[in-house]
């Protein structure tokens, strides 16, 4: 997809260069290096905004700049030890970016996916979807590695009002086709008592394979717990009867109990309401936020990319997690399962359910006005108005200069 992407570069060069209004500066995905270039032969910023955390940011970074080695091709627990990352961070060869895992020195596509990342690193700034009291940490080292402090923590990013939405008014408007309406989801969950309902979801990618299916079923049916899954069919690239089937004894054996959504389910609006117990995740970077931000605690089953760093981050620093299984391919065992599923709603999850809402007043506070993402956002806005002048000089006489271009940016209010 990254090498895909990056024949766009000479087409969106050709673009600006013929633009009555050029750019004062370019805000691109992390997965979009390529602009760096662009910046660079228009003569302005590039600043990277990346949709993962600090700790996996730094990790990604990490690998792309060390490029260690394998001691053993055919060991794929051998361990990676980061050192230079706060807390030492250590992940089996398997659990590291796939991305990385595949890379082939010398393969076109490999050397132009290395680029890309360096290019991020090399760019002028970083905007980060995270918040100070997650990450302050690996925020810190960020600053410290790429040798400058434009690193800028904005998150956690929100649909619009949202954040003030208790109602879930906006939160259920959102998404795809869904095998239950929002409001029949919502009339549900309102017969249940406070926390008693554990929320099962692996994000938009993930499907399971029939065994992983199946294991999870008996775990939910042994716990005795309320639920919501959300279980994903089979996509194109799966074989359909190998992936995403729910056992035929399950929804009459849980019923009355339990949900089960097909395909898309208003997660925000599951996880805002006062039933939720607990949430069993993949530990995706948007998952794991909103989760704080509702303030629930989490049951983590990363499967790739960054999510082994975001389940660490929750399990081992915040505490507001458990490791329930690890791996895309990995099958749980149903009675352990079925414990931590049951010891969610019981008494061993308040401590957990305390720290989470420790965290989700934090991220709260943090983009209201005076808070630390808030803050933080306002500081970028100011940076990028000074590099506009900045650039603006060298295209006028005297005194005189033009803000064309930044009117978004100049209309900011906070």
């Known amino acids: 997809m990254m090498y895909t992407l990056g024949k766009l570069q000479d087409p969106i060069l050709d673009w600006f260069n013929n633009h009555p209004s050029p750019p004062s500066a370019i805000i691109s995905d992390m997965f979009l290096g390529f602009t760096h270039e662009i910046a660079t032969q228009l003569g302005i910023r590039r600043y990277v905004f990346s949709t993962s955390g600090a700790l996996a940011l730094s990790v990604v ?6 490029m260690p080695q394998r001691k053993n091709t055919n060991d794929e627990d051998e361990i990676f030890e980061l050192p230079n990352i706060p807390n030492c961070p250590k992940f089996p060869w398997w659990q590291l970016s796939p991305i990385f895992r595949s890379y082939v020195k010398g393969d076109p596509n490999s050397e132009f996916i290395r680029e890309s990342y360096l290019a991020d690193i090399a760019s002028h700034g970083l905007v980060v979807n995270t918040f100070t009291e997650l990450e302050s940490e690996y925020l810190d080292h960020l600053m410290k590695d790429l040798g400058h402090d434009r690193v800028w923590a904005v998150g956690p990013v929100l649909p619009p009002g949202e954040e003030n939405d208790t109602n879930n008014s906006g939160s259920s ?57 959300s279980a994903k069919r089979a996509t194109k690239g799966h074989v359909s009867n190998n992936y995403g089937v729910i056992p035929s004894w399950f929804e009459e054996k849980v019923a009355g109990r339990g949900l089960v959504i097909r395909d898309w389910a208003p997660q925000v609006l599951i996880l805002r309401h006062r039933v939720l117990a607990a949430f069993l995740t993949h530990s995706g970077w948007n998952s794991t936020l909103e989760g704080l931000v509702a303030g629930v605690p989490m049951l983590t089953w990363p499967m790739g990319a960054d999510q082994f760093a975001n389940a660490n981050l929750l399990v081992d620093e915040h505490k507001v997690a458990t490791r329930a299984c690890e791996g895309a391919k990995t099958i749980p065992n149903s009675d352990e399962l079925a414990k931590l599923l049951a ?24 983009i209201k006005e005076g808070g630390n993402s808030f803050k933080d956002l306002e500081t970028f806005v100011k940076h990028l108005r000074e590099e506009a ?26």
């Open 61 to 66: 970074y990490s690998l792309w700049s060390e």
């Open 173 to 229: 408007n959102r998404g795809g086709s869904s095998s239950a309406l929002a409001s029949e989801i919502l009339a549900w969950l309102d017969t249940c008592e406070d926390n008693s309902v554990v929320y099962v979801c692996f994000g938009s990618q993930a499907v399971l394979t029939n065994k992983q299916m199946e294991e999870l079923a008996i775990a939910l049916e042994k716990s005795g717990v309320k639920f919501i899954w």
């Open 343 to 366: 010891e969610a709603v019981q008494g061993k999850g308040v401590e957990r359910r305390a720290r989470a809402s420790e965290l989700r007043k934090a991220a709260l506070n943090g």
């Open 389 to 414: 002048t900045k650039i603006k000089r060298y295209e006028v006489f005297g005194d005189q200069f033009s803000w064309q271009g930044l009117s978004g940016i100049n209309n900011y209010t906070g």
